[in-house]
C-alpha cells in the first residue's frame, strides 16, 4: 500500500516561515516526479511545486522565490520550504507521487 504522511502544518504568522515534510513508503520513490499542492476553502487545488527524479523543479508563480521544493530519496521524503509566507498560502498543503498518490494532507495557517 503507497502511503504518504505530510508534517510540519501549523499555524504561523505573516513572514514566518514553515518546513513540510512528506515521507513516502510503498512505492520506488526515487524514479518519480513528487510535488505539492494546496487546497483552500472555496477553492481548486492548486500546484504548489514538483520536483523530478533528476532534480528539476517547477513552483506555481504565486509561490516562486518565496518555496523551495526539495528531495531526499535515501529517506523517501520531499520537503518543501516555505519563507514569507502570507495570509493567502493559508491551504491544506498535500503530497503527491506523480499525482496518482495523495497524502491526507497537513494545515497552514498564516495568521496574525
Known amino acids: 500500500q503507497v502511503q504518504l504522511v505530510e508534517s510540519g502544518g501549523g499555524l504561523v504568522q505573516p513572514g514566518g516561515s514553515l518546513r513540510l515534510s512528506c515521507e513516502v513508503s510503498?512505492?520506488?520513490?526515487?524514479?518519480?516526479?513528487v510535488g505539492w499542492h494546496r487546497q483552500a476553502p472555496g477553492k481548486q487545488r492548486e500546484l504548489v511545486a514538483t520536483?523530478?527524479?533528476?532534480?528539476?523543479?517547477n513552483y506555481a508563480d504565486s509561490v516562486k522565490g518565496r518555496f523551495t521544493i526539495s528531495r531526499v530519496n535515501a529517506k523517501n521524503t520531499v520537503y518543501l520550504q516555505m519563507n514569507s509566507l502570507k495570509p493567502e498560502d493559508t491551504a491544506v498543503y498535500y503530497c503527491?507521487?506523480?499525482?496518482?498518490?495523495w497524502g491526507k494532507g497537513t494545515l497552514v495557517t498564516v495568521s496574525s
Open positions: 510503498g512505492i520506488i520513490f526515487s524514479i518519480y516526479t
Open positions: 520536483i523530478t527524479r533528476g532534480g528539476i523543479t
Open positions: 503527491n507521487i506523480n499525482r496518482d498518490y
